[in-house]
């Protein structure tokens, strides 16, 4: 067998990738190092902005009135968010789950919070189950005033099922 010749003190070929990489390696510290330092600044001038009660912007001064008309509308837009939010909506959704039988069959519910009323469309198995099942949702909390909007009998059902609208006032919500 025949001895191997290595040799780990000369090597220039790696030493020239090793003090490639090193020199790449420290120059993309230096640069992480920089843009790490820069978003701290940024995020000092924002907080102290924010402290200050400074709009979001690139000026601490005022924007003019296009800007702060900007800001009104969007603080109106947030505060309609929120208040649809806050409506009681579990409670109509447990409502009308509760006051439903096997007799109805719900296809849609769309509360419209703006006029406090909620639309409920659906299939009863007949007149008598609508009827029961109206009376059951005046009787809840979250619903008075329900009335039928529109009804048709359901072509190919020979029992005489119902497909209906009910329109009810939405309690608990402010118009």
């Given amino acids: ?3 191997l010749a290595i040799d780990f003190v000369r090597a220039p070929a790696g ?5 490639a990489l090193l020199v ?3 120059t993309a510290s230096a640069g992480a190092i920089g843009y790490f330092s820069k978003l701290e600044r940024t995020k000092a001038a924002l907080e102290s902005r924010a402290q200050a009660g400074a709009p979001y912007g ?3 001064r005022s924007g003019g009135p296009v800007e702060n008309e900007r800001l009104r509308s969007r603080i109106a837009a947030t505060t309609a968010v929120m208040s649809a939010l806050n409506r009681p909506w579990e409670q109509l959704f447990s409502d009308v789950e509760s006051a439903g039988t096997s007799d109805i069959g719900l296809l849609g519910l769309e509360p419209d919070p703006r006029r406090a009323e909620v639309r409920i469309s659906g299939e009863a198995r007949d007149g008598t189950a609508l009827s029961e099942y109206i009376t059951a949702l005046e009787s809840t909390s979250s619903l008075k005033r329900v009335s039928l909007s529109q009804h048709e009998l359901v072509p190919g059902q020979n029992q005489g099922a119902l497909r209906f609208v009910l329109v009810g006032t939405w309690m608990g919500v402010r118009r």
């Fill in 58 to 60: 690139k000026s601490s």
């Fill in 15 to 19: 030493r020239r990738v090793g003090l």
């Fill in 1 to 3: 067998m025949r001895k």
């Fill in 24 to 26: 790449a390696g420290l």
